[in-house]
């Protein structure tokens, strides 16, 4: 009898695996739901799109990406002994996380400064409510990211970095579904 | 000589990281994702396109970030459930 199972086979923690499937169900109906709504008024939707900066938000997607690589390099880092190298790796990540903030942060300023707020259409409600969430993660997991950075055992560096990489991937799914797809 | 040819051997493993190579993939389908907006091709092609690209990124951060690509069984299942969110998207846009 094999003591292995399908569940082993998955890399670190089974508990941040339920974690990540969960965020993707949860923001995946939410994108579902998105387009749902969005049959009842295409040519609203569309028309409330073309408010957003799709620039910013592209180039938000390269500062994740990117982040999301300087964490994978710090566990690679980590697991070949270079410790203060996967220290530095995982800073950096946190502070282009917190770069990723601020762009959002001026492209809500900007929706404010248009008189936009999530009561002007439901593509907008959709709009605050989906990056808000995902944003939100985006802020704890530049938390958590500096907290294994602290506590650097690998362990802990693998569960950060996965966090991480599963609000990157989340990204990657809004980015088209919410600024492209008018 | 020898140097050289070692160091130039480390600097060759260094940039065939898979973890570089799928950054460097990463930022050129996002590239890619934007180059494609303005061209004047049929929108169910362009959103097409666009969840085709989101599907590829999303493949590799899951098969090389998240290290997927050693649980060769769950690879394909998260790929199947993400082809499977993209193909209700694409179905929802066209209705």
């Known amino acids: 009898m094999s003591g292995s199972s399908l569940i082993d086979e998955l890399p670190g923690e089974l508990l941040m695996w339920v974690l990540i499937i969960s965020e993707l169900l949860v923001f995946g109906a939410g994108l579902i739901a998105f387009m749902g709504v969005r049959l009842t008024d295409p040519t609203g939707f569309a028309e409330a799109q073309s408010h957003l900066h799709r620039t910013g938000a592209a180039l938000n997607t390269a500062v994740l990406v990117t982040s999301g690589y300087l964490a994978a390099m710090a566990l690679h880092w980590r697991q070949t002994e270079r410790g203060k190298a996967a220290r530095f790796s995982l800073i950096g990540a946190a502070l282009l996380g917190v770069v990723f903030l601020i762009i959002k942060g001026i492209e809500y300023a900007d929706k404010a400064a248009q008189g936009i707020s999530f009561e002007t259409h439901p593509f907008f409600l959709f709009y605050y409510l989906l990056t808000g969430f995902h944003a939100a993660h985006v802020l704890a997991g530049v938390g958590v990211l500096l907290l294994v950075a602290w506590h650097d055992h690998p362990r802990n560096i693998e569960a950060g970095a996965q966090f991480w990489h599963m609000v990157d991937l989340v990204w990657i799914m809004l980015f088209p579904v919410i600024y492209l797809l008018g | 000589m020898s140097a050289l040819s070692s160091c130039s051997k480390y600097g060759r493993r260094r940039l065939l990281n898979p973890l570089t190579r799928t950054w460097v993939a990463l930022l050129a389908l996002t590239v890619a994702s934007a180059l494609l907006i303005p ?22 951060i899951l098969a090389r970030y998240l290290d ?14 993400l082809i499977c969110f993209a193909v209700v998207l694409f179905g929802l846009y066209l209705i």
């Open chain 2, 39 to 60: 061209l004047p091709i049929p929108r169910s092609a362009l959103a097409a396109a666009i969840l085709l690209l989101a599907l590829i990124k999303s493949r590799l």
């Open chain 2, 68 to 81: 997927l690509a050693h649980s060769p069984a769950w690879l394909r299942g998260f790929s199947f459930g």
